[in-house]
Antibody
Framework: EVQLVESGGGLVQPGGSLRLSCADSGFTFSSNWMNWVRQAPGKGLEWVAN????????HYVDSVKGRFTISRDNAKKSLYLQMHSLRVEDTAVYYC??????????WGQGTLVTVSS | DFVMTQSPDSLAVSLGERATINCKSSQSVFSTSSNKNFLAWYQQKSGQPPKLLIT???TRESGVPDRFSGSGSGTDFTLTISSLQAEDVAVYYCNQYHSSPITFGQGTRLEIK
């Protein structure tokens, strides 16, 4: 069974940086596309980025392009999201999620990122 | 981008009654090459991450009760709960995975009347 555990969230000032991590305790990490999906407090779901099984392809929502970078380490069964130039509107719970293709099948519990001065 | 619009925003249904949630995409999510609709439905209960219910517009995930069903094609889709149970109280989201950026509907809050 896939179990995804996010870490790295916290309070950061506008313009700051943060790196999120996601550890997969399952056995299929390298076979899965991996995603970051966020949810602002009291709001709906917003897909942020995904990365192909071998890391050779990434996609981003326009609002984070040039500021966020998704990456993975299959040997460590880990997913990352490097976030720069953070804005107040980036405040959200960030979920790590996996799928065999672009279907988002399994979700972590999320880590809260708060951007505030 | 594919804009997903759900209706209604909120819904109150009596226990045992049918609940229907609609989802409309700004572009067709049907792929002629695979003959499939790239449309999923999720359930999110309070304080929990979303749970995948249905893929390919109408395929129930393993373990999802058969009172949940999905239908539709192209741009118009429906999630139906045939007989509402207390544990179905949640926010439901449709989602297209046809093209980047992957997008979700705004959510429909389902409550007990």
């Amino acid at each position: 069974e896939v179990q995804l555990v996010e870490s790295g969230g916290g309070l950061v000032q506008p313009g700051g940086s943060l790196r999120l991590s996601c550890a997969d305790s399952g056995f299929t990490f390298s076979s899965n596309w991996m995603n970051w999906v966020r949810q602002a407090p009291g709001k709906g779901l917003e897909w942020v980025a995904n990365i192909k099984k071998d890391g050779s392809e990434q996609h981003y929502v326009d609002s984070v392009k040039g500021r966020f970078t998704i990456s993975r380490d299959n040997a460590k069964k880990s997913l990352y999201l490097q976030m720069h130039s953070l804005r107040v509107e980036d405040t959200a719970v960030y979920y790590c999620a996996s799928g065999s293709g672009w279907i988002i099948e399994n979700w972590g519990q999320g880590t809260l990122v708060t951007v505030s001065s | 981008d594919f804009v997903m619009t759900q209706s209604p925003d909120s819904l109150a249904v009596s226990l045992g009654e049918r609940a229907t949630i609609n989802c409309k995409s700004s572009q067709s999510v049907f792929s002629t090459s695979s003959n499939k609709n790239f449309l999923a439905w999720y359930q999110q209960k309070s304080g929990q991450p979303p749970k995948l219910l249905i893929t390919w517009a109408s395929t129930r995930e393993s373990g999802v009760p058969d009172r949940f069903s999905g239908s539709g094609s192209g741009t118009d889709f429906t999630l139906t709960i045939s007989s509402l149970q207390a544990e179905d109280v949640a926010v439901y989201y449709c989602n297209q995975y046809h093209s980047s950026p992957i997008t979700f509907g705004q959510g429909t809050r389902l409550e007990i009347k």
